[in-house]
């Protein structure tokens, strides 16, 4: 009988120590997903930055260009007509 109460005094023991390892893990992934969360959000925010650096880039070329520079010439002005077809399309879908 003795064998039997230290038997169930050791499970009791197990589960305890078992639902405490569950509650550490549940909060732990909590604190881990929120970290996942903020990161993508910075990740989002820097992937967002990085393309409105590469069009200020691209403008910044065509204005040197324009300024006089017969480098990239042809890149401004294909890069020219391509806003002014989108200009086009933009203004074409207003008037509809």
């Known amino acids: 009988m003795s064998n039997t109460i ?12 078992l639902l405490s390892n569950y509650e550490f893990l549940k909060s732990e992934n909590q604190i881990l997903l929120q970290n996942n969360t903020k990161l993508q959000h910075q990740l989002l925010e820097k992937e967002q930055n990085l393309v409105a650096q590469k069009k200020e880039f691209d ?3 065509i204005a040197k260009t324009i300024e006089g520079s017969s480098i990239n010439t042809k890149d401004t002005k294909l890069k020219i007509n391509t806003l002014i077809r989108e200009i086009d399309k933009c203004i074409i879908q207003l008037q509809e």
């Open 6 to 17: 230290e038997a169930i005094h050791l499970l009791e023991d197990k589960l305890k120590i």
């Open 59 to 61: 403008m910044l070329k």
